[in-house]
């Protein structure tokens, strides 16, 4: 996911209450004019797992310029923030 723009949270991807496995992903140069701007995450039961995978240029005007997790787990294993 690359240069994607919203005025809402989540940039690049928006997770509500669902699962998102990320395995050699780039996550780059997403922007929001709200919150998350390369993954916004919330919801009850809200996972992201990422491995291997790259996170970069993204941004936010208010919380989270990468990943803002307003409820769930995130695990991230290798790769770059």
């Known amino acids: 996911m690359s240069n994607s723009a919203t005025g809402d949270d989540g940039g ?3 997770v509500n209450g669902g ?3 990320l395995i ?3 996550i780059l140069s997403n922007t ?3 919150s998350g701007g ?3 995450m919330t919801g009850s039961g809200a ?3 990422a ?3 790259t996170f970069s240029g ?3 005007a208010s919380n989270g310029g990468v990943i803002r997790a307003a409820s769930g787990t995130l695990t991230f294993t290798a790769g770059s923030l």
């Open 12 to 14: 690049g991807i928006y």
């Open 19 to 21: 699962a998102l496995v």
């Open 51 to 53: 491995t291997n995978s």
């Open 58 to 60: 993204n941004s936010a």
């Open 38 to 40: 390369g993954v916004y």
């Open 24 to 26: 050699n992903s780039l």
């Open 47 to 49: 996972t992201l797992t």
């Open 32 to 34: 929001t004019a709200s």
